[in-house]
């Protein structure tokens, strides 16, 4: 019952954002662009992140946290997208976070082509609790059905066929790559590379989830130094998206610590600094 309820709500809430998407569209005001882009990860802390930067006061959200363009609804276009942020004229940041963006492949030149002096935020989590995370997300969603391990399993028969036809065009979404990549989105040193060779360094903050959680307001505080806005001091810091769930089998924990070990080391080298993981 309350699954429904809340499925229910986000689909009036999703039809309440078109209307005012088309309204904006019939208006013809123009509209900003976002200036910086939550790329991802999914499940590192995107949505609790995105929720402490609308609050500050320099920040102009959108007219919802996930817009989707460059992944979703590319074919919808330019005009769609900028109907989702702030007018021209208005003083602010624009911000669009979407954290299917770090991963899809045709995304960072579709973005740099638009936005190529974006300022880019990126969260990154333990891979091994970031895969767990995001299968009892896909389980609450009602879209998995398979357990973990089996899931695990069965990843590369679902994801990896459509990499390839997502990169090139060749197909605009697949479901499957969205939903049941629980293992390629947690090696981010290959995602990341893909971003590094369209933009400068000095265009991401990356952020560990873990780092986050710990101190949000002092990591908070970092991404607006990076996006050139005022320090917070007062916000509401409750983390978003928190769920429990049942605690992962410590064989299965101990072969993905084994499988993500060359991947970590990888970003590592490629970010410069230890994680941790």
């Known amino acids: 019952m309350q699954r429904g309820l809340i499925r229910a709500l986000r689909l009036v809430g999703l039809l309440e954002t078109g209307r005012r998407v088309e309204l904006r569209l019939r208006m013809g005001q123009p509209r900003a662009l976002p200036g910086a882009v939550i790329l991802g990860a999914q499940k590192c802390g995107t949505t609790s992140l995105h929720g402490y930067l609308v609050q500050h006061p320099g920040v102009i959200p959108p007219l919802r946290k996930e817009v989707h363009y460059f992944d979703l609804n590319y074919p919808r276009g330019e005009a769609w997208y900028r109907a989702h942020f702030g007018r021209t004229e208005e003083a602010g940041l624009n911000l669009d976070a979407s954290p299917y963006y770090l ?9 740099h082509a638009l936005l190529p002096d974006a300022k880019l ?37 679902r994801v990896a066929s459509a990499e390839a036809r997502l990169a090139d065009g060749s197909l605009d979404r697949s479901a499957d790559h969205q939903h049941f990549s629980y293992l390629a989105r947690g090696r981010y040193a290959e995602q990341l590379e893909r971003w590094f ?81």
């Open 103 to 111: 991963f899809h492949p045709a995304v960072p030149a579709r973005l």
């Open 121 to 157: 935020v990126v969260l990154l989590r333990d891979p091994v609790r970031r895969a767990y995370s995001h299968y009892w997300h896909e389980r609450a969603k009602g879209r998995e059905k398979l357990e973990f391990a089996d899931a695990i399993a069965a990843e590369p028969g």
């Open 197 to 277: 060779a369209l933009y400068p360094r000095e265009r991401f903050h990356v952020v560990r989830f873990e780092d986050l959680v710990r101190e949000p307001l002092v990591r908070l505080n970092g991404v607006l130094a990076f996006l050139g806005l005022p320090a917070a001091s007062r916000v509401d810091l409750e983390a978003r998206n928190a769920r429990r769930y049942p605690p992962l089998d410590p064989a299965t924990a101990a072969s993905l610590r084994d499988y993500f070990a060359p991947h970590n080391r990888r970003l590592e080298a490629l970010l410069g600094r230890s994680l941790g993981w």
